[in-house]
């Protein structure tokens, strides 16, 4: 096979002499590759999420094929394989639960077959971390490739979000404005092409950040699923790739601390999903960078936000792309001094480079650092106190103003299906000043941590007109969501946290400016109700589930297993043949 067939990983397995490469090449070549193909040539693996049950990933086959066309023009053998699809909209308990496993399937298919590059391709909320989380574990040369937004929903001859028109649409319905004949048509509107939501949720979130963070060519995050550009975007990709391979280029080389600080004031940029946080501690943990919730407060606090988009503002991920994407924000950015312009990026420039030419097309938009949409400090805050030792989280451009700083009686429980049974009852005990309390939605206690936070308002206050309240879950929330909603308490209830000790009619205060989260109980009474607290009995004894909770860590830890902490290399597993 020649000399330079060793040189690569690849070569393990099809430079190989005897029977063992002998076995390799030949069922290689039952599917009509012809021999010229083990010469040596970087070896490059497409992992595509495509599945019917994601549907914000069905078309990411297509993609794959873009991405081939790249790799072979760049002189690569691509191959492409299928991993899980972590589908946001139908999986349940909920697809949180699955992110780690997704990881570590893509971890252990990278590592085991014979790459030497990988391309990711990913959509749905929680494929984009997993995919990166599995790739930054081997540290083979990787790139990003998301699938790219819906089109802009329209109802009514107006522009409307999937996910945020759900929750309004949901509040409409429960007010009696709006049948169910109405809703069932409105969502049709909402998701009318292939894609992920196409507000500023989780998926546009993490697509945005896959591209701050240097894993994702420049541009890429934003264009439409089905615009022609968004195939341009892949087959460019599939080129690049192999040039990153010859260049070693590795996610340890991207994901240096300076690019997780540039991601998270991105983050506040865009208005980005609270559940970012999350994401990236998880990511940050597989390549040994120290990232703690509260850098996400203190990087974020002198960040304006810039992207006028729904859930936060009026626009939507079309409208963002149009603008001049991503790159824009980058760029107005570094200017402006915010950001590390030096990082590395999957091109093999700098951060700052990939940006030097980029232009905005609508400022109402992209917003002027001078004149931004929301002034600085309006993105996520973090909490602590008595009632979050560890930390909470709260998305302050998705909040009521006026509820940012509340006290109020607590009304408590354990589950949000008990909530649920009771929202529309109109004898609730509940006012606008009261504080609801939903807790059993952490990472164990649900299992997975749901995006359960934000509640529906009970029947009773929107009938009068209530628009918010505050909530306090140790849940996650829709990035496509909004509300005065206090998210990611940690520790959960649980795992014992003093979210588990609050009873109904207990006082809390929520002190967004001062960064605090209050439970108005003296310690003394604290202290004889956790004597009296049990630890929920887990029902679950074997399977997946079993292994989850025993070794989920905690959401201000990212909620990753405890045992995949750490990158474990590419490696060559041993040859039985």
């Not at 070569?11 to 010229?36: E, K, L, T, V």
């Not at 824009?328 to 950015?333: H, N």
């Amino acid at each position: 096979m020649g000399e330079q067939a060793g040189e690569r990983r690849s070569a393990a397995w099809f430079g190989a002499s005897g029977r063992a490469g002998m076995i390799h090449r030949s069922w290689m070549r039952s599917q009509g590759f012809g021999p010229d193909v083990f010469d040596g040539r970087p070896v490059i693996g497409i992992a595509t999420s495509a599945s019917e049950l994601a549907p914000c990933n069905v078309h990411l086959t297509r993609v794959a094929e873009a991405v081939k066309r790249g790799v072979w023009q760049a002189g690569g053998f691509p191959l492409a394989f299928p991993t899980m699809a972590t589908g946001e909209t139908l999986m349940r308990p909920t697809a949180m639960l699955y992110r780690n496993l997704m990881a570590m399937e893509v971890e252990e298919l990278i590592r085991a077959n014979p790459l030497d590059g990988v391309v990711l391709l990913s959509g749905c909320d929680k494929t984009t971390p997993a995919m990166l989380m599995g790739a930054a574990s081997v540290d083979l040369p990787a790139v990003m490739v998301t699938g790219g937004p819906m089109l802009n929903g329209k109802f009514r001859g107006e522009d409307v979000g999937s996910g945020t028109h759900v929750w309004k649409f949901e509040e409409e319905l429960k007010a009696g404005r709006m049948s169910q004949e109405e809703c069932f048509f409105a969502e049709g509107c909402m998701a009318r092409s292939n894609g992920h939501c196409m507000t500023m949720g989780t998926a546009s979130t993490m697509a945005c950040l896959a591209e701050a963070l240097g894993m994702q060519l420049p541009g890429s995050a934003t264009w439409p699923a089905v615009d022609a550009r968004r195939f341009e975007t892949a087959q460019a990709a599939g080129q690049r790739i192999v040039a990153m391979v010859e260049e070693e280029l590795r996610p340890s080389s991207i994901l240096t601390r300076e690019a997780f600080e540039n991601a998270i004031r991105v983050n506040a940029a865009i208005g980005g999903s609270t559940n970012a946080i999350i994401h990236l501690l998880a990511l940050a943990g597989r390549v040994g960078v120290p990232l703690e919730m509260a850098d996400f407060d203190a990087l974020g606090r002198d960040v304006p936000t810039l992207v006028n988009l729904m859930p936060s503002g009026k626009f939507l991920m079309e409208d963002f792309c149009y603008a001049g994407g991503l790159p824009v924000v980058v760029r107005r950015l570094a200017e402006a001094g915010l950001l590390h312009p030096g990082t590395v990026t999957v091109t093999g420039k700098s951060l700052a480079d990939n940006v030097s030419d980029a232009e905005c097309w609508n400022d109402e938009v992209i917003t002027p650092v001078a004149e931004p949409f929301q002034p600085t400090g309006s993105g996520t805050a973090v909490l602590t106190g008595n009632l979050a030792p560890d930390g909470a989280v709260i998305k302050q451009s998705a909040a009521s103003p006026e509820l940012l700083t509340h006290t109020g009686p607590a009304l408590v429980f354990d589950t949000a299906e008990d909530y649920h049974r009771v929202a529309d009852d109109p004898d609730l005990d509940v006012t606008a000043d009261t504080v609801l309390v939903i807790r059993g939605a952490g990472p164990k206690g649900y299992p997975g941590m749901p995006e359960v936070a934000n509640v529906p308002l009970p029947a009773k206050l929107l009938k009068d007109g209530v628009t918010d309240l505050v909530r306090i879950c140790d849940g996650r929330m829709s990035g496509t969501g909004y509300g005065t909603v206090v998210l990611h308490v940690s520790p959960e209830s649980a795992a014992g946290g003093p979210l588990a000790l609050v009873r109904t009619g207990d006082r809390i205060t929520l002190d967004t400016p001062a960064r605090s989260l209050t439970l108005h109980v003296a310690d003394e009474e604290l202290a004889a109700r956790r004597a009296e607290w049990e630890a929920p009995e887990s029902p679950y004894v074997s399977g997946y589930t079993w292994l989850y909770t025993h070794h989920v860590t905690q959401a201000h830890q990212g909620a990753d297993f405890d045992f995949l902490h750490g990158s474990r290399g590419p490696g060559v597993p041993r040859d039985s043949h």
